[in-house]
């Protein structure tokens, strides 16, 4: 009997029924084939437009229902729990209020943008994974990416403008954004909707973890789910990073989506995941049992040629920017993609171009009975339902409202007629004046403190082809990109070595791994040029052909810690792995008195700073484990003309 | 409303739930205690009195507890204190040299005029000499390769293993009834691109064996027991095989002076090397005790005459188009070495080898075989025989000095 009960719309009341408790105390005897449908069961005479969302008027309309509820005993047969099981998976539940099915090509829009969202968001995970090198038997001699790995970049209007506002430039592939701007003059900002990995990750939790305090279909999510003023920070937050890229900071890349999402995933969820795998499969098989070794050996092995990553990777200060990611993701629960609505730089640029849009809703505002139905399944928060205008900036074209509409409201039409749309955000005219002098003074008080013209960190090594420190900032989006295909782990998201305007910015570590000398798959993958495309010549320089290297530092040593310098032994793992031909280091043969009086022969190592490269090999494998005995700093450094020793460098005879 | 649907669920509900508290609170246990003490009962079944039956189970379940932590403790007991690594017992070995396998030679060197002779025939024709690959090889057997992939360079350069040496070697494995041929070492520079630039990943998979990149889960740490090297991360891979090829490459080092077969073991560790070069030619001793290959076979097709191990130019190398193959690793260096003009006298780790019976630096008491080919690919086969004593030693060290003029007009 209780579950014949039909169920009122749970956001408009919380009377009901405990169906557990309910069942326990009156068992049915007879099977029930179709709970949901019949809880969905509404009067099926049209509701007034004018009817409030008052509770009463819901108790009203509900009680008709409730009375008309016989309990039907039955003869026949119950049928099979297969067949049950069938009619569950296959019966759709009944559409409230008027119950007018959507259109089959809404249906069909809907369901093919889920499979879009779910394929662009595996693509980007198979780019990202891939964004490593991985060797193999038909590889040459040469070493590049075999194909471009960092594509949803490249696709990326928000990134591609701020680029061009700071650098006057479009670098290389970045034009490929152009198409996606022609993808939302005509769809709106299906990017958002349909493409985005991000913002498919938070529509994906904002489905999985709802609201603590209301379901996913309650009252609480329908007011997330109406547009609020908070969503105009985003159009502030674009517009203070536009004009700091036109005064020469590319900093905006710390809220693109897709530089967060290859930041966060590539350096914080990948290794984590890594790290998990290896430990728990190393304490499976600490048991030193051959069988089980070889098991847990093969499922590494099987996971390194998918998914893994063949070693461990770390990266500097990457907590912070996995703990970000938590907190945004988090933020679901309580806004569904409180991201894209609230902060995202790139969802407002699109929102600005959305306005233009081919395609656009009408609503029939008399037909719409306040259901809300729209609201609980709207993404973007833009104002689907009836009696207010919608949102054409805000909105991700999810069309899940008109999917939904049980009352022929909502529909999605080529060129429609704009009555009941708003496309801008109307932003407040002070606001928007003191963002952008906000954007506009945000350099220079950067530039003041003493990161860049004064004071420069000396361990701010850069991976080689980068542009010089300032030219780097206007390109810099840091996407992490470079981080992620490293092989030797060496680059990694600088924290304040660079002041906050270089917070994320890619700098060398040598202690954690060295640059490989013949390896230049960080420029290959750089989106924006911040570190240019150079070939291995380019990078080692040819003697034959007049072709001078590219340094990235100079090492230098730490006399009182060397072996062969201060403690009389003999080492020079430096020189032996030192790259460059002739070797940068240098030793002397030398004998020197040991404790006892005894000589002892050492050889002990000198820098060329003509010729070292500043790799940093050399202070990677240091014996000297804690603070290694050569180290590497910036100065030296091919791209800059200031951070110099030498009177002369080769560059200059060069010209 | 609520009259007719919930009047009746609700309802019920409702008694329920209130039910289910009043058993369960503070006050509710009190009333009933207060109501039930009042009752003259029997000492047994009054509620407020425990009941022996209770009284037991809560001892004996306070005792159980209270046994079950002491003996954990005792089982989990430390003691504290701290007592450092020792090295004792005897040196760990691996040993894959075969025995009872007599060959008409134990030391085999083929050269070839410039021109003269590929890597894979001189190979070939080095192993030949010693019997074949079937005096080492059995049917079945689980092979391992060790050449010297450990530096980001390509062959010309000559820093790493001739890939068409090791393509031969596998060959000749699988021809001699390998079951299974892995090809792997642990690089110095970033393995994979160690093992695609040096082209062996290519060669070594086209002639059918498995490459192997080193993995971090691949090595475990164990205790070798050596002079100087104690625990270390070992290369299980290198060391869980039927038999053991050492391929390595002649050339120089610039701390140990020549690195070919003893020097190639240190891709057996994992870890950090490093400290190894303090005493560099202890450790190569060390590793060289460890693993005794079952064949050595030198590649010296091309060698670095200066600024190894890496080297980087080519105007570091120089080709001598020559192939050592022996059982003895002590020996391939004894010789290997006079290739780039180094005198084995002047190499202590081969003294600390022969000193340690690991082989002889003698070469010329291995029935040394000489497989030379003349420009034109015309192949004499001679049994080198150099009389024993000062003047003959000289004669032996410009053999390979010889090697190093690529016009060298072969002997005989």
């Given at each position: 009997?209780?579950e014949s009960t039909p169920r009122p719309i749970p956001w408009l009341g919380t009377i009901g029924v405990i169906d557990?408790?309910?069942?326990?105390?009156?068992?049915?005897?007879?099977?029930?084939?179709e709970p949901r449908a019949t809880a969905r069961k509404r009067p099926q005479e049209p509701v007034a437009r004018e009817a409030p969302t008052a509770r009463a008027t819901v108790l009203q309309q509900d009680t008709p229902a409730i009375t008309a509820t016989p309990?039907?005993?039955?003869?026949?047969?119950?049928?099979?729990?297969?067949?049950?099981?069938?009619t569950k998976l296959t019966a759709r539940p009944k559409r409230p209020g008027s119950g007018l099915p959507a259109r089959k090509s809404i249906v069909l829009l809907r369901n093919a943008r889920r499979l879009s969202q779910a394929g662009f968001l595996?693509?980007?995970?198979?780019?990202?994974?891939?964004?490593?090198?991985?060797?193999?038997?038909?590889?040459?001699?040469?070493?590049?990416?075999?194909?471009?790995?960092?594509?949803?970049?490249?696709a990326d209007p928000f990134?591609?403008l701020?680029?061009?506002?700071?650098?006057?430039?479009?670098?290389?592939?970045?034009?490929?954004s152009v198409g996606l701007v022609a993808l939302t003059l005509v769809f709106g900002r299906v990017f958002c909707g349909w493409i985005c990995p991000f913002g498919t990750l938070h529509h994906l939790f904002g489905w999985l973890m709802p609201n603590p305090k209301g379901n996913t279909t309650g009252g609480r999510r329908v007011e997330a789910n109406k547009t609020r003023p908070y969503q105009k920070a985003k159009y502030y937050l674009l517009l203070g990073f536009l004009?700091?890229?036109?005064?020469?900071?590319?900093?905006?890349?710390?809220f693109d989506p897709?530089?967060?999402?290859?930041?966060?995933?590539?350096?914080?969820?990948?290794?984590?995941?890594?790290?998990?795998?290896?430990?728990?499969?190393?304490?499976?098989?600490?048991?030193?049992?051959?069988?089980?070794?070889?098991?847990?050996?093969?499922?590494?092995?099987?996971?390194?040629?998918?998914?893994?990553?063949?070693?461990?990777?770390?990266?500097?200060?990457?907590?912070?920017?996995?703990?970000?990611?938590?907190?945004v993701i988090l933020a679901n629960r309580w806004i569904p993609r409180f991201w894209c609505r609230a902060l995202c730089p790139l969802g407002a640029t699109l929102g600005v171009i959305a306005k233009h849009a081919l395609i656009g809703m009408e609503k029939d505002h008399a037909k719409c009975t306040d259901c809300n139905l729209c609201l609980v399944h709207c993404q973007g928060a833009d104002s689907p339902q009836g009696g207010v205008k919608w949102r054409q900036d805000e909105c991700h074209a999810c069309f899940n409202c008109e999917a939904a509409c049980p009352e022929d409201v909502i529909k999605f039409r080529w060129l429609p007629n704009r009555k009941s749309t708003q496309g801008s955000p109307q932003l407040d005219r002070r606001k928007t004046l003191v963002t952008a002098?906000?954007?506009?003074?945000?350099?220079?008080?950067?530039?003041?403190?003493?990161?860049?013209?004064?004071?420069?960190?000396?361990?701010?090594?850069?991976?080689?082809?980068?542009?010089?420190?300032?030219?780097?900032?206007?390109?810099?989006?840091?996407?992490?990109?470079?981080?992620?295909?490293?092989?030797?782990?060496?680059?990694?998201?600088?924290?304040?070595?660079?002041?906050?305007?270089?917070?994320?910015?890619?700098?060398?570590?040598?202690?954690?791994?060295?640059?490989?000398?013949?390896?230049?798959?960080?420029?290959?993958?750089?989106?924006?040029?911040?570190?240019?495309?150079?070939?291995?010549?380019?990078?080692?320089?040819?003697?034959?052909?007049?072709?001078?290297?590219?340094?990235?530092?100079?090492?230098?040593?730490?006399?009182?810690?060397?072996?062969?310098?201060?403690?009389?032994?003999?080492?020079?793992?430096?020189?032996?792995?030192?790259?460059?031909?002739?070797?940068?280091?240098?030793?002397?043969?030398?004998?020197?008195?040991?404790?006892?009086?005894?000589?002892?022969?050492?050889?002990?190592?000198?820098?060329?700073?003509?010729?070292?490269?500043?790799?940093?090999?050399?202070?990677?494998?240091?014996?000297?484990?804690?603070?290694?005995?050569?180290?590497?700093?910036?100065?030296?450094?091919?791209?800059?003309?200031?951070?110099?020793?030498?009177?002369?460098?080769?560059?200059?005879?060069?010209? | 409303m609520a009259a007719h649907h919930g009047?009746?669920?609700?309802?019920?509900?409702?008694?329920?739930?209130?039910?289910?508290?009043?058993?369960?609170?503070?006050?509710?246990?009190?009333?009933?205690?207060?109501?039930?003490?009042?009752?003259?009962?029997?000492?047994?079944?009054?509620?407020?009195?425990?009941?022996?039956?209770?009284?037991?189970?809560?001892?004996?379940?306070?005792?159980?507890?209270?046994?079950?932590?002491?003996?954990?403790?005792?089982?989990?007991?430390?003691?504290?204190?701290?007592?450092?690594?020792?090295?004792?017992?005897?040196?760990?070995?691996?040993?894959?040299?075969?025995?009872?396998?007599?060959?008409?030679?134990?030391?085999?060197?083929?050269?070839?005029?410039?021109?003269?002779?590929?890597?894979?025939?001189?190979?070939?024709?080095?192993?030949?000499?010693?019997?074949?690959?079937?005096?080492?090889?059995?049917?079945?057997?689980?092979?391992?390769?060790?050449?010297?992939?450990?530096?980001?360079?390509?062959?010309?350069?000559?820093?790493?293993?001739?890939?068409?040496?090791?393509?031969?070697?596998?060959?000749?494995?699988?021809?001699?009834?390998?079951?299974?041929?892995?090809?792997?070492?642990?690089?110095?520079?970033?393995?994979?691109?160690?093992?695609?630039?040096?082209?062996?990943?290519?060669?070594?998979?086209?002639?059918?064996?498995?490459?192997?990149?080193?993995?971090?889960?691949?090595?475990?740490?164990?205790?070798?027991?050596?002079?100087?090297?104690?625990?270390?991360?070992?290369?299980?891979?290198?060391?869980?095989?039927?038999?053991?090829?050492?391929?390595?490459?002649?050339?120089?080092?610039?701390?140990?002076?020549?690195?070919?077969?003893?020097?190639?073991?240190?891709?057996?560790?994992?870890?950090?090397?490093?400290?190894?070069?303090?005493?560099?030619?202890?450790?190569?001793?060390?590793?060289?005790?460890?693993?005794?290959?079952?064949?050595?076979?030198?590649?010296?097709?091309?060698?670095?005459?200066?600024?190894?191990?890496?080297?980087?130019?080519?105007?570091?190398?120089?080709?001598?188009?020559?192939?050592?193959?022996?059982?003895?690793?002590?020996?391939?260096?004894?010789?290997?070495?006079?290739?780039?003009?180094?005198?084995?006298?002047?190499?202590?780790?081969?003294?600390?080898?022969?000193?340690?019976?690991?082989?002889?630096?003698?070469?010329?008491?291995?029935?040394?075989?000489?497989?030379?080919?003349?420009?034109?690919?015309?192949?004499?086969?001679?049994?080198?025989?150099?009389?024993?004593?000062?003047?003959?030693?000289?004669?032996?060290?410009?053999?390979?000095?010889?090697?190093?003029?690529?016009?060298?007009?072969?002997?005989?």
């Amino acid at each position: 009997m209780s579950e014949s009960t039909p169920r009122p719309i749970p956001w408009l009341g919380t009377i009901g029924v405990i169906d557990a408790l309910d069942a326990l105390i009156t068992p049915s005897p007879e099977p029930t084939p179709e709970p949901r449908a019949t809880a969905r069961k509404r009067p099926q005479e049209p509701v007034a437009r004018e009817a409030p969302t008052a509770r009463a008027t819901v108790l009203q309309q509900d009680t008709p229902a409730i009375t008309a509820t016989p309990t039907a005993p039955t003869a026949k047969p119950a049928p099979s729990r297969w067949r049950t099981l069938w009619t569950k998976l296959t019966a759709r539940p009944k559409r409230p209020g008027s119950g007018l099915p959507a259109r089959k090509s809404i249906v069909l829009l809907r369901n093919a943008r889920r499979l879009s969202q779910a394929g662009f968001l595996l693509l980007f995970l198979f780019l990202l994974v891939r964004t490593e090198f991985r060797g193999g038997f038909a590889g040459g001699a040469t070493i590049r990416m075999p194909y471009p790995v960092e594509a949803f970049l490249l696709a990326d209007p928000f990134v591609a403008l701020m680029t061009f506002l700071s650098t006057h430039t479009v670098y290389r592939s970045l034009w490929w954004s152009v198409g996606l701007v022609a993808l939302t003059l005509v769809f709106g900002r299906v990017f958002c909707g349909w493409i985005c990995p991000f913002g498919t990750l938070h529509h994906l939790f904002g489905w999985l973890m709802p609201n603590p305090k209301g379901n996913t279909t309650g009252g609480r999510r329908v007011e997330a789910n109406k547009t609020r003023p908070y969503q105009k920070a985003k159009y502030y937050l674009l517009l203070g990073f536009l004009v700091a890229a036109v005064f020469g900071s590319a900093i905006g890349g710390l809220f693109d989506p897709i530089c967060i999402a290859v930041r966060a995933i590539g350096l914080g969820v990948l290794p984590f995941v890594n790290y998990v795998t290896g430990r728990s499969l190393d304490a499976v098989s600490s048991g030193n049992i051959r069988l089980i070794q070889h098991a847990t050996d093969g499922t590494r092995d099987a996971l390194v040629a998918t998914v893994l990553q063949p070693r461990q990777y770390f990266f500097h200060q990457t907590w912070i920017i996995g703990g970000l990611l938590f907190l945004v993701i988090l933020a679901n629960r309580w806004i569904p993609r409180f991201w894209c609505r609230a902060l995202c730089p790139l969802g407002a640029t699109l929102g600005v171009i959305a306005k233009h849009a081919l395609i656009g809703m009408e609503k029939d505002h008399a037909k719409c009975t306040d259901c809300n139905l729209c609201l609980v399944h709207c993404q973007g928060a833009d104002s689907p339902q009836g009696g207010v205008k919608w949102r054409q900036d805000e909105c991700h074209a999810c069309f899940n409202c008109e999917a939904a509409c049980p009352e022929d409201v909502i529909k999605f039409r080529w060129l429609p007629n704009r009555k009941s749309t708003q496309g801008s955000p109307q932003l407040d005219r002070r606001k928007t004046l003191v963002t952008a002098l906000a954007g506009a003074c945000a350099l220079p008080i950067l530039r003041v403190s003493d990161t860049l013209d004064a004071n420069y960190y000396d361990r701010l090594i850069r991976p080689p082809g980068s542009v010089a420190e300032r030219d780097f900032l206007e390109r810099c989006i840091r996407c992490a990109e470079c981080m992620k295909v490293c092989p030797n782990n060496a680059l990694h998201p600088a924290f304040l070595q660079s002041g906050i305007e270089g917070l994320w910015t890619p700098i060398l570590i040598p202690r954690i791994g060295y640059c490989e000398p013949s390896c230049v798959l960080c420029g290959q993958v750089c989106p924006t040029g911040a570190i240019q495309k150079i070939s291995e010549e380019q990078k080692l320089g040819n003697r034959e052909r007049n072709i001078p290297h590219i340094s990235i530092g100079t090492a230098f040593y730490d006399q009182g810690r060397c072996l062969p310098w201060s403690m009389a032994t003999p080492c020079i793992v430096c020189e032996e792995f030192c790259p460059t031909s002739p070797k940068a280091i240098w030793v002397e043969e030398i004998d020197v008195p040991g404790r006892e009086g005894r000589m002892v022969h050492v050889q002990r190592p000198h820098v060329d700073p003509k010729l070292c490269i500043g790799c940093g090999a050399c202070e990677k494998v240091c014996p000297v484990q804690d603070r290694p005995a050569v180290y590497v700093t910036s100065v030296g450094e091919t791209r800059s003309r200031t951070n110099v020793i030498l009177l002369e460098t080769e560059n200059y005879n060069r010209t | 409303m609520a009259a007719h649907h919930g009047g009746d669920a609700g309802g019920r509900q409702r008694t329920r739930r209130s039910g289910w508290c009043k058993r369960t609170t503070h006050r509710s246990i009190l009333r009933q205690t207060a109501r039930t003490t009042t009752l003259p009962t029997d000492p047994m079944s009054d509620p407020a009195k425990l009941a022996r039956r209770d009284l037991l189970t809560r001892g004996a379940s306070a005792l159980g507890i209270a046994a079950a932590s002491a003996l954990v403790a005792r089982r989990f007991y430390d003691r504290g204190g701290w007592q450092g690594p020792q090295s004792s017992g005897r040196r760990e070995v691996r040993d894959f040299r075969v025995r009872n396998a007599p060959g008409p030679s134990d030391f085999a060197i083929a050269h070839a005029a410039l021109a003269g002779a590929t890597p894979t025939q001189l190979t070939r024709h080095a192993v030949d000499a010693l019997g074949g690959m079937a005096r080492f090889i059995s049917r079945g057997d689980r092979v391992v390769i060790k050449p010297n992939i450990g530096w980001d360079r390509t062959p010309l350069q000559a820093a790493n293993t001739n890939p068409e040496v090791v393509a031969a070697v596998v060959t000749m494995a699988f021809e001699a009834g390998a079951h299974s041929v892995i090809v792997t070492d642990a690089s110095c520079n970033e393995p994979g691109r160690c093992f695609q630039r040096s082209g062996i990943w290519t060669r070594a998979h086209r002639a059918g064996a498995q490459v192997l990149l080193p993995a971090e889960h691949r090595f475990r740490t164990m205790r070798l027991r050596g002079e100087v090297l104690d625990e270390w991360p070992v290369y299980r891979t290198l060391i869980e095989a039927d038999k053991v090829i050492n391929v390595p490459v002649a050339k120089h080092h610039n701390l140990a002076k020549y690195t070919a077969a003893m020097k190639n073991w240190y891709g057996v560790l994992g870890g950090r090397r490093n400290r190894l070069h303090q005493s560099i030619d202890r450790s190569i001793a060390d590793l060289a005790t460890f693993m005794r290959p079952t064949l050595t076979i030198v590649d010296a097709i091309r060698v670095m005459l200066r600024n190894g191990p890496q080297g980087g130019n080519v105007d570091d190398t120089q080709r001598t188009d020559t192939v050592i193959a022996t059982v003895d690793q002590v020996a391939a260096d004894a010789f290997g070495c006079t290739l780039i003009g180094q005198r084995p006298e002047n190499l202590p780790y081969l003294h600390m080898g022969q000193a340690r019976g690991l082989g002889t630096m003698d070469w010329r008491t291995l029935r040394p075989r000489e497989l030379a080919f003349d420009g034109a690919g015309a192949l004499t086969d001679y049994a080198l025989a150099i009389p024993d004593d000062t003047a003959a030693d000289e004669a032996a060290f410009a053999i390979g000095r010889r090697f190093l003029t690529p016009s060298s007009v072969i002997l005989a």
